[in-house]
């Protein structure tokens, strides 16, 4: 099993160095991302022990990052039961990401072909990240089943969506609201990885995931970027639009409600909790931040419509609001 060495992890996942005015070459990224790839990948499957017997007393997650903690329901579960939750929590959150990796991957083939990316560093690097969603995707269902639970399902209109993604136009949106997803979890992740009350297994993994994580980001960041500057103001408006809308249920649905019978919460009153709880603002802002002073600075905040649907939200900081409202 190969060791990580944790500070120089830490550095490297800081994917806040992108800036919009320090965006280069699309296909010096790309050799830059291609030799990193080269030379610092993992592969879940020797690089955690999965043999290793899970440690009696640890929770599954940093304990104030779940859903119901600072609330009533929270302060009656027993120790066990609150480390049962964060088992069944993270379960739900390696479900979602499955089926985020999968999307992910179906709009960079897309990118690919449409492209004829192959013969290019930027395809090349499309390729790269795709074949490593694919092993983030088997490491993730490896932890839910060491978890020793069923994977977490989603109504059938959610598979249906990932289908659909083949006709959907590629954009900023789109780009957007996967970098949403994949900074949410790479912010929890990194605290949860030096977290020493947390299982071996999940901060392994979570340390495979932000350091190849940190790549997946870079790429998007500059990507994004060039695609605001090659349209008019009206398309961007209308993305603009779309991923706000997206920010308002990124942090809800990283939590599945089934995950509260695991404790005897009626899931209709788990969520009921957790939506009123007065931590959500503080965790839904804490994890959406590093993004959003992103999104801000390059200007994809911008406009009334979609100040208004981030106001929404509860996941904005605040300077950031009165910025946007002073606009």
Known sequence: MTTIDQPRALHEAGASSVRGKSVGDREKTAQRLLRSAAERAYDGEVDIDWDAPVVPGLYWAT??????YG??????????????????????????????ETGLS???WRQVVEQ???ATDHGRYALTEISEEARHSTMFGRLVNKLGIEPYTYPKFATRVIRLLGLV???????????????VLDRAQRETMMDETVQPH????????????????????????????ERGPVSNAFHRAVFALSVIGIYPVLFNPKAYRSVGIHPLRGLFTFLTSPHYRENATWVSEPLMRFMHEIGFLDGKFT?????MSRAMPEDILAEIKAR
């Open 63 to 68: 304990p104030r990052r779940t859903s119901l």
């Open 71 to 100: 609330t009533k329901l929270w302060d009656k579960l027993t120790q066990e039961q609150r480390i049962e939750l964060t088992r069944h929590e993270l379960g739900s959150v390696l479900s979602f990401g499955i089926y985020v």
């Open 106 to 108: 179906a709009m960079l």
């Open 116 to 118: 004829n990316g192959g």
């Open 169 to 183: 136009p590629l954009g900023p949106s789109g780009l957007g609201t996967l970098l949403l997803v994949e900074e």
């Open 202 to 229: 999940a901060r392994q993994l979570m340390k495979i995931h932000v350091l190849e994580e940190a790549r997946h980001i870079t790429y998007a960041r500059e990507e994004l970027v060039r695609q605001i500057a």
């Open 307 to 311: 100040g208004r649907l981030l106001r």
